[in-house]
């Protein structure tokens, strides 16, 4: 049979145009790369390049390297010194890192003396200011001022008054008596220029916001009447 070579890029073998037909003989050539080659035969070896039979086992002697590289890495217990490009190493004791969301959390405590309770690392979304059982010792009567960031610039409204004052201020109480006062903040960790307040008491509640775009950092509360503190303890919860 006078075979005829066929394809460029992955030659084979096919009967010529002047060849008897013989079906059997026309496969074994174009598989085989020969029309004599025996199909019986386990030699690897005795495959002819330039066939389909060929070619499947250069496939397979392909996929057996990649096979036997595996993964592409090694184990180790130890850090690698200068890992060659393409390697990672992984440390076998570590642990995943646990996503968490936001959550209250109570980041200042103490109790009341001075002139001045000083709040600071305020960072949260939002905040609460708890005033538990405080008084003072003023000689006349006295109410809270509270103001954030130091800021004593007419930045404060607390409704009914629509007029902006340089702190929150509530009523008054005569010494030695004690208040529980609630101081919540909304948007204190934005630069929204609003942050809204709002302060409750025994039997009052006022709400009102604060008037500055920087995020709130620190508080500070004191006396109206420059009076200071006796008595009492606060806690600050930030949600963060």
Excluded: C
């Amino acid at each position: 049979m006078a075979s005829e070579n066929i394809g460029s890029l992955y030659p084979t073998k096919m009967p010529g145009y002047d060849d008897a037909a013989d079906i059997q003989a026309a496969l074994r050539l174009y598989h085989y790369g020969s029309e004599t080659y025996d199909p019986l035969n386990t030699n690897e070896g005795s495959i002819v390049t330039n066939s389909i039979a060929g070619h499947l086992k250069s496939l397979d002697t392909r996929l057996d390297s990649v096979e036997n590289t595996g993964v592409g890495s090694d184990y180790a217990a130890t850090e690698p010194v200068s890992p060659a490009d393409g390697f990672i190493w992984v440390d076998a004791n570590s642990t995943a890192p646990t996503l968490t969301s936001s959550n209250w959390q109570l980041i200042s405590s103490g109790t009341m003396s001075g002139s001045t309770v000083s709040i600071t690392d305020i960072a949260g979304q939002k905040f609460y200011i708890i005033l538990n059982n405080w008084s003072h010792n003023n000689t006349i009567d006295d109410g809270l001022r509270i103001r954030f960031n130091s800021v004593s610039t007419e930045s404060y409204v607390l409704y009914p008054t629509s007029t902006p004052a340089n702190g929150f201020e509530l009523g008054e109480i005569i010494a030695a008596s004690t208040q529980v006062n609630i101081i919540s903040v909304d948007l204190s960790a934005t630069a929204s220029l609003i942050k809204p307040v709002t302060i409750t008491g025994a039997g009052e509640s006022h709400t009102g916001y604060f008037i500055n775009s920087t995020a709130i950092t620190s508080a500070q509360i004191s006396l109206a009447n420059s009076g200071s503190f006796d008595d009492g303890t606060y806690q600050v919860w930030s949600y963060e």
